[in-house]
């Protein structure tokens, strides 16, 4: 059975975009050749940093919706440990509200991108 699962990760800001989207694949990948598959990405882009990690103020965030087995989990994150790109990261398992409440984030979000087009 595949459980949801919620990743934030903030990359160095040190990195182009495309050492970004590289790292960001790297991860991606990683869930999809463990059984599990990607469902939503968001990149947050360039933010400021409450407090200094690793002498510097700010990075660039980014959210990952997946599904996977749960034995996939420590291995993900064993990966993030080991990558000298990320800063932070938190994983967290969605229950019921949280998956509703992000369904509801997606559909704000995209309906608030298309007024703006408009």
Known sequence: MLNKYE???????V?????????????QDFVKSNG??????????LKKLA?????????FYYLMEFEAPGATINPFEVEFKRD?????FLTTRMDKHHATYAEKRKVKMK????STEA
């Open 15 to 27: 990195l182009s975009d495309d050492q970004a989207k590289e790292a960001v694949k790297k991860y």
């Open 84 to 88: 000298e790109r990320v800063l932070r």
């Open 7 to 13: 990743t934030v990760f903030i990359l160095t800001p």
């Open 111 to 114: 309906s608030n991108a298309s």
């Open 51 to 59: 407090y200094p990690i690793q002498k510097k103020s700010t990075g």
């Open 36 to 45: 599990g598959k990607v469902t939503h990405n968001e990149n947050w882009g």
